[in-house]
């Protein structure tokens, strides 16, 4: 998230990348989260200004969440792989 924040962003001052934090919910569920900022819609994209403004938005909060998705299949295959491997399973 971070590197692709570094990437997209002009003209950062840090204030935005220093409100990203991520926190555990549970054993299976992970948050990404701007804590509320109030530049944090117009930035995704998905703000009122965005419908008057030229600027569109990043979408990086979405892009991330696609990707993830995409590579959550190969992600638990490695890692389920290590566990049967231990289970003594092939």
Known sequence: MQQRLQSVLRHETGKYRSKIKTDRVSEE?????????????WLEGTGSRNETTRFKGYG???????????????????????????????
Do not use: K, N
């Open 29 to 41: 569920r992970w948050d990404i989260t701007d804590q509320g900022y109030y530049y944090g819609p």
């Open 60 to 90: 990086t909060f979405r892009r991330i969440t696609q990707e993830l998705q995409e590579r959550a299949p190969a992600i638990a295959d490695v890692a389920f792989s290590r566990y049967i491997e231990q289970l003594g399973g092939s």
